[in-house]
């Protein structure tokens, strides 16, 4: 004999007025667990920032060290070099030299001056510097200090590629970005990847009358991520929530169950009396 009421017992059992309020109840909690999971992940990102404007500003404090101990030339460059203050040796390229366009500073359109800069020790290897800001291409800020020099600086990485530059291209043109892909077509190799944006250099730069290169300072460090810790907390959030509704579909299951138990032991008691009844009208 069919026992079985399908959908049927699904809805009724979960329509029945103690479990309604019971989902009702649940359903704030999921509702407050979700909010809850939102707020710890809003403080996630807050502490990722937070934390990477602390080491900004420890990198940026913290005393100069040799370049050697951070990079070295034709090696990878990674996020935990950025903005790594740094001293260097070496002597200027002064026929290796760009305007990079369409840079601002304070609001102001202009250029980056960029050098190659030939590091002692390695045989010749370039590193890729920007000298600062300047508000023309003036030729005339492509007088470089000659002979031995002392950089000191921050790292920063090299820009995307969205193209090649021509190997013929002079000393003092103008070119759109500030990538070591890019210059090695031009100024040869080895090179560094990344660049250093100059903080000071021993002996300084002459600029006559022109208006002085302007530092473009360390690169902000961006992409910190998020606290491991506000994240794990938003996801234990967000478990709970889900928890209370699985909690509520097993109680609707057990009622179920129970419908159908029931429906099933009647269906048993009825059993005899309808078998007699049937006997009764056949005689």
Request: proline letters at 9%; charged letters at 20%; a negative charge.
């Given at each position: 004999m069919a026992t079985g009421g399908g959908f049927g017992d699904w809805l009724r059992a979960g329509t029945r007025p103690r479990l309604l309020g019971i989902l009702v109840i649940l359903l704030a909690g999921a509702a407050l667990c979700i909010r809850l999971g939102a707020w710890q992940l809003d403080r996630a990102q807050e502490r990722g920032e937070q934390a990477a404007a602390v080491e900004q500003a420890s990198q940026e404090g913290a005393d100069p060290v040799p370049l050697a101990e951070v990079v070295a030339p034709q090696s990878g460059f990674t996020q935990n070099m950025v903005g790594r203050h740094v001293q260097v040796v070496g002597q200027y390229a002064p026929e290796k030299q760009f305007f990079v366009a369409g840079r601002e500073l304070d609001g102001t359109d202009g250029y980056y001056l960029l050098s190659a800069f030939e590091v002692d020790g390695t045989g010749g290897a370039v590193l890729p510097v920007v000298r600062g800001w300047v508000p023309e291409?003036?030729?005339?800020?492509?007088?470089?200090?000659?002979?031995?020099?002392?950089?000191?600086?921050?790292?920063?990485?090299?820009?995307?590629?969205?193209?090649?530059?021509?190997?013929?291209l002079p000393t003092g043109a103008q070119v759109g970005l500030v990538s070591a892909a890019q210059l090695v077509n031009v100024w040869g190799g080895p090179m560094y990847a990344g660049q250093l944006r100059l903080g000071a250099e021993d002996p300084p730069a002459a600029t006559g009358a022109l208006a002085a290169i302007e530092p473009i300072g360390p690169p902000v460090i961006e992409d910190a991520g998020l606290n491991l810790r506000n994240l794990a907390y938003a996801a234990e959030w967000w478990i709970f929530g889900g928890f209370a509704l699985v909690l509520w579909w097993r109680m609707v299951r057990d009622e179920v169950r129970h419908l159908r138990e029931e429906r099933a032991t009647a269906a048993v008691k009825r059993a005899p009396a309808d078998q007699a009844s049937e006997v009764h009208e056949g005689v």
């Open positions: 291409a003036d030729p005339a800020y492509l007088e470089a200090p000659a002979g031995q020099v002392e950089l000191t600086g921050y790292l920063a990485g090299s820009e995307a590629v969205t193209g090649g530059l021509d190997p013929d």
